[in-house]
């Protein structure tokens, strides 16, 4: 695995896709401050670290759904998420150039000198910093 905040993103946009409840995720400080971020967002309904022999292994992410009454179906409340920046390739944001994702529908989460916060709070904050990924 090259890139764990890619695997997470995949982990739960997989486990939306299958309908799942809980994802299970190996747990670092960052996932867990991008989850905790998706939960205060409303795009996650809750984020557990899971600890086992002394030390937290994996986090459990509970995902959430809203019910659609035309088809009467539940529908993932994450509709897209997106990593930007890449092992590959850093893509990092000045404070100017923090943009809206989906017209402030979604968010946008940045690793700052501060820790890892939303688009919305660093803007707030004046602070720039690596565009980690964004959701909506």
Same mark, same amino acid.
Request: a positive charge.
């Given at each position: ?11 739960? !946009? ?12 190996? #747990? ?50 994450? #509709? ?37 916060? #939303?688009?919305?709070?660093? !803007? ?13």
């Amino acid at each position: 695995m090259l890139d764990p905040i890619s695997d997470m993103l995949t982990r739960i !946009r997989n486990a939306q896709t299958a309908g799942r409840s809980v994802v299970r995720v190996p #747990s670092s400080k960052v996932k867990f401050a991008v989850a905790k971020i998706l939960k205060e967002e409303g795009f996650v309904s809750a984020v557990e670290l899971m600890k086992t022999d002394k030390k937290f292994d994996f986090m459990e992410i509970s995902l959430k759904y809203d019910f659609d009454k035309d088809t009467n179906l539940k529908v993932p409340v994450i #509709s897209g998420i997106q990593r930007i920046s890449k092992e590959g390739q850093r893509i990092y944001v000045k404070k100017g150039e923090i943009r809206r994702v989906k017209n402030g529908m979604g968010v946008s989460i940045i690793s700052t000198s501060k820790g890892v916060v #939303s688009g919305e709070k660093a !803007r707030k904050d004046g602070l720039g910093g690596e565009l980690i990924c964004e959701v909506w």
